[in-house]
């Protein structure tokens, strides 16, 4: 859901295409007549995959709020100071 919400690109929106077919795919099974899916999997699966969208936030807020690194301070070391 959250690549589909953020996607600005017509590749990120064939790959969101390929997963939502990946998955239609896996709740085919059920239909044809096999077993379907467990729903307490599919639960979890779908937990999982909200805070891994949590995760993916997370970082980027955190890495929007560091302090950025400057090229200068990259390349000194104490030891290189004349």
Known sequence: ????????RVRDAGWLALAVIGIGLLGLDGAIGADPLDPIGV?????AAAFWALYIRATAH?????????R???????????
Do not use: N
């Open 1 to 8: 859901m959250l690549s589909a919400v953020l996607t600005r």
């Open 43 to 47: 639960m979890f699966a779908l937990i």
């Open 72 to 82: 200068d301070s990259r390349s000194r070391s104490p030891s290189r100071r004349s």
């Open 62 to 70: 955190a890495g929007a709020t560091t302090i950025p690194v400057t």
